[in-house]
């Protein structure tokens, strides 16, 4: 189960920190993944991190604003976000996989198995 935390409504140019705390004993074998939809849009990749965390993946729109980290003693990862644009308004959802080197499967929803009810973010101009 994943558990998602830390939405809100935030203005241009603001920060918020998700937070995504997943059940289980087996995190760390986890790939973790942050997703987002905007209304109307189709959901789209965010961030990415492998399950010891030594490697991240970011779309191009946020790299360099946004972070992806986890803490695997405490079974939660975690989305630093700054410098927030009206256009990063969207519901966030962070979703699992086993954890792969192939970025290909770290990318794509499709291939997450387990998926968070997923948490709200707006960014007022």
């Known amino acids: 189960q994943l558990v998602e935390s830390g939405g809100g409504l935030v203005q241009a140019g603001g920060t918020l920190r998700l937070s995504c705390a997943a059940s289980?004993?087996?995190?760390?074998?986890?790939?973790m993944g942050w997703f987002r939809q905007a209304p109307g849009k189709e959901r789209a990749f965010v961030a990415a991190i492998t399950g010891r965390g030594d490697t991240t993946y970011y779309a191009d729109s946020v790299k360099g604003r946004f972070a992806i980290s986890r803490d695997n003693a405490k079974n939660t990862v975690y989305l630093q976000m700054n410098s927030l644009k009206p256009e990063d308004t969207a519901v966030y959802y962070c979703?699992?996989?086993?954890?792969?080197?192939?970025?290909?499967?770290?990318?794509?929803?499709?291939?997450?198995?387990?998926w968070g009810q997923g948490t709200q973010v707006t960014v007022s101009s």
């Open positions: 979703a699992a996989r086993p954890t792969t080197s192939d970025s290909r499967y770290l990318v794509s929803g499709i291939y997450y198995d387990y």
């Open positions: 289980g004993r087996t995190f760390s074998t986890y790939g």
